[in-house]
């Protein structure tokens, strides 16, 4: 686990490393007034790499991971539990007026 904090702040410090190199070669080539093409090799090199490091960090620091598939957490429940959805009842709704009539009569 360690290591894999290690490799999120090593990435995230490549990717800032790689920020200010950019910002300095922009700076290089304003004062020397050409035209920017490209970054060089190495700043773009080094953004991916940071890129990819922060991003195995992250992924095996954040730790299990659940199923994708939706029926993954119904696969334990009964028929009967999966069409009861209390969600969906409401108690406050205008039928008591009706039955009240009709219990009067």
Same mark, same amino acid.
């Given at each position: 686990?360690?290591?894999?904090?290690?490799?999120?702040?090593?990435?995230?410090?490549?990717?800032?490393?790689?920020?200010?190199?950019?910002?300095?070669?922009? *700076?290089y080539i304003?004062?020397?007034?050409? $035209?920017? *093409?490209?970054?060089?090799?190495? /700043?773009?090199?080094q953004c /991916?790499?940071?890129?990819?490091?922060?991003?195995? %960090?992250?992924?095996?620091? &954040? %730790? !299990?991971?659940? $199923? /994708?598939? &939706?029926?993954? $957490?119904?696969?334990?429940?009964?028929? $009967?539990?999966?069409? !009861?959805?209390? %969600?969906?009842? /409401?108690? !406050?709704?205008?039928?008591?007026?009706?039955? &009240?009539?009709? !219990?009067?009569?």
């Amino acid at each position: 686990m360690a290591a894999h904090k290690f490799s999120v702040v090593m990435g995230l410090l490549a990717l800032a490393h790689a920020a200010y190199s950019a910002a300095q070669h922009r *700076t290089y080539i304003r004062l020397t007034e050409q $035209e920017f *093409t490209m970054l060089p090799q190495d /700043i773009f090199l080094q953004c /991916i790499l940071g890129l990819l490091l922060t991003c195995y %960090g992250v992924v095996n620091v &954040a %730790g !299990n991971f659940r $199923e /994708i598939k &939706a029926s993954a $957490e119904q696969d334990n429940k009964t028929w $009967e539990m999966l069409s !009861n959805r209390q %969600g969906f009842n /409401i108690f !406050n709704h205008r039928g008591k007026a009706f039955y &009240a009539r009709r !219990n009067e009569l």
